[in-house]
Structure formats: structure tokens, C-alpha cells
């Protein structure tokens, strides 16, 4: 049961990312969007990847993948839009 | 070491809302921010919070009750400030 609480976290935390990189897209606009947020975020997202790995929790490894390029979408959204 | 790791992770992904939350007051505009993101990532640090109390996990515990705060604060300035 926990675990099940642990993936359905999981999924919205690291899938909350895909609307807010479609909107900045749709927008054309991320001036909003805090360049320290950003780069903080996949910094902690790498940590996390690689605290999974070491631990071998397939959760953990799946969910900050995918974060990864999702954070990563966003930086390229704001490098290109931002101000 | 690995535990290290997991601490510096989770201060970096939850401390990272804190400069996003400033940038949108400062601004006084929220347009760019997505609701969904705001919800989602709201919902799955609740949810985040439940799996530590349940496990007993005092980082995340002690992590995502700041993160619930901070999201609040996002959450606030997107019905104040978006669109």
C-alpha cells in the first residue's frame, strides 16, 4: 500500500513537468520561468537519478529519467524564451 | 555517502521552488506558470509526505513539509497573478 502511495507521488511530482514545458512552448515566453529554479531542479533531479542507481530502487532510476529530459526541456524553453 | 547524496538531492528539488515562488511575486504574473504543474506537484509532495510519515522518513518528512509550503505559495500567486 505505501509503496503504491510512493509511485502515485512519484508519477504526478515528476509528470507535473510536462504541462508546465508545453505551456512555456505554446507561449513562446518564459520570462516568468526562475533560471536558479530551473538549473536547481536538475541538478537535484541528477542526484536523484544517481542515489537510485547506487541503491538499485527502479522507481527512483525510472521517475528522474524521465524528469531529467523534462527539466531539461524546460532549461532549453527558457534559454530560448526567457527575456 | 549515498545518504549524503540523497539529503543534497532533496534540498536542491525542494529549495528550487523558493527562487520561482519570488520571481512570479516580483513579477506580478503567473501566466507562464501551468495550474496543472501547480496542482500535480502539490498533490504528489502531499503524497511524498504521507510515504516518509507512514515509513517513518524523517528527510522526506522534513522535505516536502517545506515543499508543501512553497508550492502553496506558487499555487497563491497563479490565482492571484495568472492570466
Redo the contacts between chains.
Sequence with gaps: M?EY??Y??????T???L??V???YR?K??????I???T??L???V??L??GA??GLVPLIVWNSIGIGLVSLLLLAKLKYGR
Excluded at 29 to 34: K, L, Q, V
Design positions: 505505501t502511495i510512493g502515485i507521488a512519484g508519477f504526478l511530482t509528470f507535473a513537468m504541462p508546465q508545453l505551456r512555456v507561449l515566453s518564459a520570462r516568468e520561468i526562475s536558479i529554479f530551473n536547481s531542479i541538478l537535484g533531479v542526484l536523484w544517481v542515489y547506487v541503491l
